[in-house]
């Protein structure tokens, strides 16, 4: 059974950057697209950014593009999550997720059988 686990949240001035990460266990990262999503209260959870197992493909959410980035370092099961220029509607929980090949099914489509971590909030505030 795989696993992963967010780190990295904590609070952040708008205009600022903070890099999230996630590291992976139980499986070998490189066969699974990865992905992050964000949950805010009273919205359901969603895909912001990912990456595709065997490419370079990724997607990003439209609020997101031009400032998030995924990273991944398939060598250390280890994935990313660049956020700079943020904004207060950045803020929430942001969870990693591994599932599938295709970073496009695994942010649109998640399954309940991905593999999911417990989140780690951000917050962006003044």
């Known amino acids: 059974q795989g696993h992963v686990v967010e780190s990295g949240g904590g609070l952040v001035q708008p205009g600022g950057s903070l890099r999230l990460s996630c590291v992976a266990s139980?499986?070998?990262?490189?066969?699974?697209?990865m992905g992050w999503f964000r949950q805010v209260p009273g919205k359901e959870r969603e895909g912001i950014s990912c990456?595709?197992?065997?490419?370079?493909?990724?997607f990003y959410a439209d609020s997101v593009k031009g400032r998030f980035t995924i990273i991944r370092d398939n060598a250390k099961n280890m994935v990313y999550l660049q956020m700079n220029n943020l904004n207060s509607d950045d803020s929430g929980i942001y969870y990693c997720a591994a599932g599938g090949a295709l970073a496009s099914r695994l942010c649109k489509s998640p399954s309940p059988r991905d593999f999911w971590g417990q989140g780690t909030q951000v917050t962006v505030s003044s």
């Open positions: 139980g499986f070998t990262l490189e066969y699974f697209a």
């Open positions: 990456a595709s197992s065997h490419d370079d493909s990724t």
